[in-house]
């Protein structure tokens, strides 16, 4: 029971932003892209700036870069062995391989392993974002019917503020660069309004998503690479790493979040199998009311 109340306030607030958009139908891309480009950047910055650069740091990077890899060719293998169509596999790359550990994975970790275990969530949050925006958008422009190119991917992916958001933080921290209370202050409002804003989002983006046409073996098969796979996975690289307790369960834990919702505005941008990455989106986030506190059980 305590574990499902470690993930009830994230349910509370995604409900908040569901029923809002409900009743509301609010223009929820203003809202994402003031998260994303005005809000994000400062909680990257504070999150690189307040931690001294580690050896967690490359630990946090060869895990989320061996997770993806892992997955990736999972969804290849199989596509390939089932004659599946690229724009289905890259459709399940977009869904299987890409977790929220953002929106969804942040607070958890943050009410579950405290402030340690909220700066790693943090870390590969950010890590992950830069993963999304690249490997991921590769994926959607190959699977897509419109076409696109890897290059449009690399432009977005500069466009991205958090990435100079991250950088400023680094550099400031090892430069030893202070900041004044009245800059940091506001700096520090701006970071720790941002979690909660984008998991309204999420909210509000799973109240428009429909099942529409998704098959039951495809759904299926999601599931599992997002509960099964992807922890498992997650854990031998851990294992191979020799990371500590805590950052190992940390990383395994957001390695079993729900599919990205990213992923949702990627497929359709692309027209990559919307239906089943989007659905894919929202059965998973609904399953992960029990599968999380079952992770958090295993791992306590």
């Known amino acids: 029971m305590n574990l499902i109340l470690i993930v009830l306030p994230v349910f509370i607030i995604l409900s908040v932003g569901f029923i809002g958009q409900r009743v509301l139908n609010l223009d929820i891309k203003s809202i994402s892209t003031a998260a994303l480009y005005l809000m994000l950047p400062f909680l990257a910055f504070q999150t690189f700036y307040e931690n001294e650069l580690s050896i967690n740091y490359l630990y946090i990077i060869l895990f989320c870069v061996l997770l993806l890899f892992g ?12 004659n599946l169509p690229q724009t289905k596999t890259s459709a399940f790359v977009l869904a299987g391989a890409f977790m929220n550990s953002g929106n969804y994975g942040v607070p958890v970790i943050l009410f579950a392993f405290g402030e340690t ?18 490997v991921g958008l590769y994926f959607a422009a190959k699977g897509s019917k419109k076409g696109g190119t890897f290059k449009d991917s690399l432009i977005k992916i500069i466009k991205m ?3 100079y958001g991250s950088v400023a933080g680094l550099l400031f921290q090892v430069g030893s660069v202070p900041l004044p209370d009245f800059l940091y202050n506001g700096i520090n409002l701006i970071a720790s309004a941002t979690i909660p804003t984008i998991m309204l989002v999420l909210g509000m983006q799973l109240a428009n998503i429909s099942k529409k046409n998704v098959q039951m073996k495809e759904l299926s098969a999601v599931l599992v690479m997002r509960f099964v796979a992807s922890p498992l996975i997650a854990y031998g690289i851990t294992v191979l790493l020799s990371l500590d307790i805590l950052l190992s369960s940390v990383l395994i834990v957001l390695a079993a979040m729900p599919t990205a919702a990213n992923t949702t505005m990627f497929a359709v941008q692309f027209d990559t199998e919307p239906d089943l990455v989007s659905f894919s989106t929202l059965v998973t986030t609904s399953v992960s009311i029990v599968s999380v506190p079952f992770m958090l059980m295993l791992l306590s």
């Open 117 to 134: 275990g909220f700066q790693y969530a943090v870390i590969m949050m950010v890590i992950q974002s830069l993963l999304m925006n690249t």
């Open 71 to 82: 997955l990736v060719l999972i969804s290849i293998v199989a596509g390939r062995f089932t």
């Open 161 to 163: 503020p958090v990435l």
